[in-house]
């Protein structure tokens, strides 16, 4: 037996007991006659003792040759400690130590074992169970697995069954790339690794299984951007017989429940907008509600004032920021400079001040007087003392641009408390989206994605305005879920496999067991995936998902650790007939 | 809203409420005035009315045109039924019906989707949605996701970590196959799909995670046998500061968790055997044991007695079969006639019976007298009326062909009722065993496996002599986990690799990453993974596990449901830098 308590459990109550514990030793603070240990494990840190009246030569020569990092074994018994340590669970008590046995040595670490290391990123990925040991790296572990078993009981109460889909699958063009496994028993075949579950979800709601889950790992050979991984990790849902509004209640249930579990607050009805209404407030499909600055549109406004930038501009658009018209010309050249950025791409920035004596000034007066920036400013709702930033462009690129700058000031203004949290719902989604670059349309969620029924008609007149009952689920400013109302029957199928050019072939030789499959009485289905690792993130009050991932893969998408991908042998090669090009 | 309730739920309870349903037809009676429709969901059958006095002649028609597994909703009032159906819950009512909406139709599907269907293996595999419509096939994978949300939770609460590995690791030549997969940013190299998260583990535990598990996809790209699949899933655990007692104490309460709550049975403590003794006493180290018919060694009984059969043995053993002394010449035939199937490979079986009067004959009975044959029955404490069955060989052969009878004697005796369950440890297995076509030692665990302390000299005297803690569970004759106690230090692994015959470069290059880590304050460890396909079979009374598959490969590791795999484009390949040979 290694141990008969763990390093976070003992206290006063253990008094006079004698105890065996083991673990890292954290720190060690010799005082020449005195010896403190710090044990740690992944349940606390237990202080041991040792002194040279109550200690043998031997034990006080064995605890000064210990390092850190190295794994010890003690017996000794539980005593009240002089100086007590308030802040940690054992801090009433420390160890006298009887014996001690080194179970294991360590080298000195390449960074060291603390809350705050001195290790970077690159370091702490090559030494990644070194960095796990890490308080701050195993509580998030920890914080995603008690997440998980929070979504499988909520969904399981919910009747949904946790089905595991094949991993092996099919390649399919649609969506991002695949990574493909090649088969050495069907010679120069290959599998390919899932995106998402997607067709066999639906396939299982034709199977009749009516309400799915899995918590299942997805896979994309995208070139990665910052966090992103090739491999992630997906809460995938489907149920039959269910309308989106089925569908948004019992996932605003399940998120709802996440963040009273977590934060202790009740969020409340999750307020729903259109894509398009998305578009037009925050510039943004994905907006962070925790904070207003909502987009005001000023086309009417600020036409017809000699001012060509604007009187050019397909759109006006600006945002009020409460409090800040004192802002000074420095602060205010900064936010020019960051929606100059190349990411950002605008070319300028107009601002307005409306000053705590109510007067009205700005950067355009040689254009607007008075009178018209007070009219402004009463469309901005501003009160004395708000500073309005106004942008001009077209639509899109402008909404893209002045969502950047909301989101600037939003935490340059400490609105975005991670411990609060605003999800919301955008409804209404466009079905497919125009490609310039393949001159062709592709679907804004998926191939499988139904239109709005009283929108069918448009499939014909003018695909690109059909909206599909697509829904995301967004919360602070990220899209945590997305999901839609499925198409289930092949006419409709074939229709948009069709609109996004594949051609009969194509799409029998990809699809034609999902169409196939409709022809046997599939039942309206609809279904939803979040993303788990950014899901885990942000409830934790995080924005980056990789230290939510036990071993991630660096930007070039390697495992720095184990060093893979790596070569194969010549022989596995030639099992699986491949030649390297 | 689709439905107001499931088709398993209404009962007289709902007597004359209005409801809203919707399901496959399961079945249509016509008897024109009167037409019943069997209405089907996950949760159940709910009968469907309409006659001709109380429906009007428009539903009538609409209902007659209804086929097998259409798609309907309907919405009607809940009468009471005139014969009622003891058998289902929703048995003493049914639904006159009021309006009838045909949501999607159906083909006639290519078997009948009823508990016992007309479609064979193949046909079922490639409609596998359909077939997922079945009470029974629909029963197993709701099987599977109750189990593994149990062992969730029993894991849980022994404070277990759920923590994800890679998907995409690094391929090693130890062990079976690898899946690989080639990277597109890492040209010419690739990834490997794990055979199991061993290494991943173990830095977890050397991370200081203490307890490890997850329910995890596992591959393999073995040519397949019947009922092996490409990938499979495993219960994959870890614990750090444990002894082998330790990990047989948890693993034990969950198996017998688990299986009072399937049969509601205790199991008691699990018995525990030696590899050793399991191969002496069933010639398996995975006995069944829900029956005995222990062998027994007969070598001292049988020599000298002119019988060069098992005069020249190396060993002479048998079994004792209770009351089946009464069996004929033609049954004991069949017996002669199982053993010498190829498969078995036997030469020959010996028989003794002892007569209902006590009497003591045989089938060598040329070579023992009546005293012998009595002293062969005394070793085998055969009651009158038994019968017992001699074979003789060398020692690993001639146990693996008694093995086989006995299992088969268990089979036709009606000894392996599937309700009751019969676990045991496994314990002390060889660390290596030597492949004669390789000529060199493999580990018969794993290459991590430690060796017991005390025959840790054996390593340069004897390897092949050498145990290891390594420990399989074993159910109803078949293995459903295993495990074992792993080296953590890094002289100790580096010895092993030796002896595998890896080269200093070859263990560098693959597993650098492992024996480096150990430098670093390794705790000592072990673990156990359990095969889930197969555990959750086993708990079901099943031992095929395709069944308890959402979506199984058939034995050439195809889906011939969405006939993967399947070639890619040249695109693709070019992306990858690889040529087809």
Redesign the interface.
């Given at each position: 037996?290694?141990?008969s308590h763990t390093n976070g459990e003992l206290s006063l109550k253990n008094l006079n007991e004698t105890v065996t514990l083991?673990?890292?030793v954290q720190t060690i603070r010799d005082k020449g006659f005195m010896i403190w240990i710090d044990l740690?494990?992944?349940?606390g840190v237990t202080q041991l003792l040792l002194d040279e009246e109550r200690s043998t030569e031997e034990l006080m020569k064995a605890a000064k040759n210990l390092g850190r990092?190295?794994?010890i074994q003690v017996e000794g018994k539980v005593i009240e400690r002089t100086s007590k340590n308030p802040k940690i669970p054992t801090g009433d008590i420390e160890i006298l130590v009887e014996t001690l046995t080194i179970?294991?040595?360590?080298?000195l670490?390449p960074f060291t074992i603390e809350d705050e290391t001195d290790g970077g990123e690159e370091l702490r990925m090559k030494?990644?169970?070194?960095?796990?040991?890490r308080n701050p790296v195993?509580e998030k572990?920890?914080f995603r697995?008690k997440i998980?078993?929070k979504v499988?009981?909520y969904l399981?109460d919910q009747n949904f069954?946790?089905?595991?889909?094949?991993?092996?699958?099919?390649?399919t063009?649609e969506g991002a790339?695949?990574?493909?496994?090649?088969?050495?028993?069907?010679e120069?075949?290959?599998?390919?690794?899932p995106q998402s579950p997607q067709?066999?979800k639906q396939?299982?709601m034709?199977?009749?299984?009516?309400?799915y889950f899995q918590i299942v790992?997805c896979?994309r050979?995208e070139?990665?951007r910052a966090d992103r991984q090739?491999?992630f990790?997906q809460i995938d849902c489907e149920l039959a017989?269910?309308?989106q509004e089925?569908v948004l209640q019992i996932f605003e249930g399940l998120a709802s429940h996440l963040i009273s579990e977590i934060s202790g607050k009740e969020t409340g009805k999750f307020p729903r907008i259109t894509y398009e209404e998305a578009m037009q407030k925050y510039g943004n499909d994905k907006p962070d509600i925790r904070f207003g600055m909502e987009f005001v549109e000023l086309n009417e406004e600020t036409k017809g004032k000699d001012f060509k930038i604007f009187d050019e501009a397909e759109l006006v658009v600006g945002i009020n920021v409460e409090n800040c018209a004192e802002y000074t010309r420095k602060q205010i050249d900064a936010l020019v400079d960051f929606v100059k950025k190349p990411q950002v791409g605008a070319s300028g920035l107009i601002w307005i001040k409306k000053q705590a004596d109510g007067s009205v000034t700005s950067s355009v007066n040689k254009f607007f007087d008075e009178e018209s920036l007070s009219k402004i400013a009463e469309k901005f709702n501003a009160k004395a003392g708000d500073l309005m930033l106004i942008m001009s462009g077209t639509e899109n690129k402008v909404r893209a641009q002045l969502s950047a700058l909301r989101m600037e000031l939003g935490n340059q203004l400490n609105l975005r408390n991670p411990k609060d949290f605003a999800p919301l719902w955008v409804l209404d989604f466009p079905l497919l989206e125009w490609d310039e670059e393949t001159e062709r349309y592709h679907a804004m969620h998926h191939p499988f994605t139904a239109p709005k029924p009283e929108d069918e008609h448009l499939l014909t007149e003018n695909p690109g305005k059909a909206r599909a009952n697509a829904y995301d689920l967004v919360l602070n400013g990220n899209e945590i879920g997305g999901g839609s109302v499925r198409i289930?029957?092949k006419e409709m199928q074939s229709r948009m496999f069709d609109l996004l050019g594949f051609s009969k072939e194509d799409a029998e030789?990809q699809f034609?067991?999902l169409m196939n499959?409709?022809?046997?009485?599939?039942?309206?289905h609809a279904g939803i995936a979040l993303g788990f690792d950014r899901l885990v993130a942000i409830l934790d009050g995080n924005e980056t998902i990789r230290d939510y991932?036990?071993?991630p893969?660096n930007n070039?998408?390697?495992?720095v650790?184990?060093?893979?991908?790596?070569?194969?042998?010549d022989e596995?090669?030639?099992?699986?007939?491949?030649?390297?090009?």
């Open positions: 037996m290694f141990r083991s673990g890292w740690r494990d992944r349940y990092e190295f794994v179970l294991n040595e360590s080298q670490p030494y990644r169970y070194l960095d796990i040991r195993r572990l920890i697995s998980a078993q499988r009981n399981s069954i946790e089905v595991e889909t094949p991993v092996l699958i099919k390649s063009p790339r695949d990574f493909v496994v090649p088969s050495r028993m069907n120069g075949q290959f599998y390919a690794l067709t066999f396939l299982l034709i199977g009749g299984m009516d309400r790992k896979f050979d070139d990665l090739p491999e990790t017989f269910v309308e089925d289930f029957n030789a034609g067991f499959a409709f022809k046997y009485g599939a039942p309206p991932i036990a071993f893969k070039s998408g390697r495992d650790m184990i060093d893979a991908p790596s070569k194969i042998s596995q090669l030639e099992e699986l007939s491949l030649k390297l090009n």
